[in-house]
């Protein structure tokens, strides 16, 4: 089937760095995925000096896969330079250890988390006139890299202007109408682009249709109509899913309508019928309500889900709701680290749960359906540094922890808590999202940190545990296991002895700190040592884990984060 996209994308894969060549779009088939192991990330060398020794044991191997002199020594220097047996890692060395001992329950799985568990968002503000995409750069090579580098994910576009977006329309005419807010359109070229986007990188299109066009009280389908044909004449649809409305128990009485649960559940029904008269849509899920107000129990986002559960339970996909910690534009550095903040995001996943447990439907999935530290467009040259991680690392690994199939990330461009900048690069956030793509698998284990006598604020320490995921190219292998934690103390390091069934384990430490000389606040990050940069466009950076034998205590510096892979650990339910 051919498709009117602007770009292939041939992916080739040198070690762990990423190539993607775009050439004119031909066929509509997915990226060449082509893998040659040249990376030398499974020797162990001791100090550069042995590194050096051994330069001329793995020239050969190394010329004859493309490598060259230079950058064989400066994979050996980097493998070298960072031992966290000894060291704590970081030029803020800590006189201060505490001391966890980490074990893990290896009897069951807890929960097993969609393929797209970590997604991401683009705001439909992004199509408003004065706006029109800022920088983004829909045939630039450097969004296909990234995109297809944290592949497969859903790209939700949606957000508060989802309920005032049209498709299609002449903007003059639409202005005309005095709409409040002031009316957006999607044009064919932006649909055209999202879904090229998002095939030719291996992702999902999540869109978010305008539950505020209405006939009185019942949704109004035409524009979604008129979408949804153009969609069909061009092929699209079978990497499409779909919501209906977006935090519709924040609507505001003075320019929304405000809809009962009931009624809102009506609308998603008719969503559901005219998606089954497009054969192109057969695999397209539907989910929703994506309310914003959960944290207390007698919220009325949670009666707007146990409707909507009652109503759509037999064919929707999920239930989705919103959560931030706390309002951008006033909070500060300190409410970024404060534990206490940590909290109010499983009050509100239970709450959330219980409300479909109490619906006909108690076995619905629950999806986080737009997240990130803050709302109002999170805090700025806070949300988009190093500091932001805390929150995103935990909110991940708690959300999958409780139950969570699916979170996604607001958003992945144009606002302060971007994971991108408005030039396309990579903030903090973005890297750590990369390493849990690659590291962190579908099922989730309970792993239990055990205060030692000189942890004296355990709550700035959390870790979480999955299988490994052996679907990406760091080629783990079944019955790995992968832990993540943070350290939130600004003045004690941790020390991390693993117990039990990993006591005897040897372990690939991926250790995140800040770069430069802004602390937590800095926009840079660093991996085992080095700054985590794309050499260009085209490429993502190689990914080299520090080993550690059996039995090693990890020491994890005061404000960083690592992410823990037990490589050989041959957990059966892992298999």
């Known amino acids: 089937m051919k498709m009117n996209t602007a770009l ?40 550069e000096n042995e590194a050096i020794s051994n330069v001329g044991l793995d020239r050969r191997h190394y010329l004859k896969q493309g490598g060259d002199d230079a950058h064989l020594l400066k994979d050996h220097k980097r493998m070298s330079q960072f031992d966290l047996r000894e060291e704590i890692g970081s030029n803020r060395m800590s006189r201060n250890v505490e001391v966890v001992e980490v074990s893990l329950d290896v009897r069951r799985i807890i929960n097993v988390v969609d393929d797209c568990f970590l997604s991401f968002a683009l705001d439909s503000f992004l199509m408003e006139p004065s706006v029109h995409w800022l920088k983004f750069n829909f ?48 044009t064919k070229l932006d649909i055209t682009n999202l879904v090229g986007l998002t095939k030719s990188t291996g992702n999902r299109l999540l869109f978010d249709l305008n539950l505020q066009l209405r006939f009185g009280m019942q949704w109004n389908p035409t524009n979604a109509i008129e979408l949804l044909e153009f969609c069909s004449e061009m092929g699209f649809g079978d990497n499409m899913d779909w919501e209906l409305g977006n935090e519709p ?192 698998g579908n099922g989730v284990l309970s792993v239990h940190p055990s205060a ?15 299988c490994t995921n052996t679907k990406s190219n760091m080629q783990y292998k079944k019955g ?7 350290n939130m103390n600004p003045d004690a390091a941790v020390s991390i002895l693993f117990t039990g069934s990993l006591a005897k384990e040897g372990v690939d430490v991926y250790l995140l700190e800040p770069d430069g000389p802004n602390g937590v606040l800095s926009k840079w990050v660093k991996l085992n040592g080095e700054r985590l940069l794309m050499t260009s466009d085209l490429y993502m950076p190689g990914i080299y884990p520090k080993k550690l034998p059996p039995g090693s205590k990890v020491l994890l510096p005061p404000l960083t984060f690592a992410f823990f892979v037990f490589p050989d650990a041959d957990i059966m339910i892992c298999h």
């Open 249 to 440: 128990d924040a609507y505001s009485a003075a320019v929304q309508t405000t809809l009962t649960p009931e009624r809102i559940g009506n609308d998603f029904v008719l969503l559901n019928s005219l998606l089954h008269l497009y054969p192109n849509m057969a695999e397209s899920r539907i989910v929703g309500p994506d309310v914003v107000g959960t944290g207390a129990a007698s919220s009325p986002g949670l009666k707007i889900i146990q409707g909507v559960a009652n109503a759509t339970g037999s064919f929707l996909e999920a239930i989705t709701f919103h959560h931030y910690y706390f309002r951008g534009d006033t909070a500060t550095i300190e409410d970024y680290l404060n534990p206490e903040n940590f909290a109010d995001l499983a009050s509100s996943i239970q709450h959330v749960q219980n409300a479909i447990r109490n619906s006909k439907f108690p076995h619905l999935s629950l999806w986080l359906g737009e997240t990130s530290d803050a709302w109002h467009s999170g805090t700025e040259n806070v949300s988009d540094r190093f500091v932001s991680g805390f929150l995103w690392m935990d909110k991940l690994g708690l959300s999958a922890q409780m139950g969570v199939k699916v979170v996604v990330r607001q958003t992945l461009y144009g606002h302060y808590y971007s994971l991108l900048d408005v030039n396309m690069d990579p903030t903090p956030d973005f890297w750590l999202s990369w390493l849990h793509r690659l590291l962190v």
């Open 8 to 47: 292939e994308v041939t992916m080739v894969i040198v070690g762990l760095q990423v190539l993607v060549t775009p050439f004119p779009y031909l066929s509509g088939e997915l990226p060449v995925m082509v893998f040659k192991d040249t990376n030398l990330q499974n020797q162990e060398l001791v100090n």
């Open 452 to 466: 030692g006598v000189n942890v004296s604020t355990p709550d700035t320490f959390r870790i979480y545990a999955h």
């Open 139 to 186: 045939s630039s090579p450097k969004i296909y890299t990234l995109l297809t580098a944290i592949s497969p994910a859903l790209l939700r576009v949606g957000g508060s202007p989802a309920d005032w977006l049209f498709f299609n329309k002449p903007l003059d005419i639409i202005s005309n109408l005095n709409l409040k807010p002031s009316a957006i359109v999607m």
């Open 480 to 486: 790995s296991v992968t832990m993540f934690g943070l």
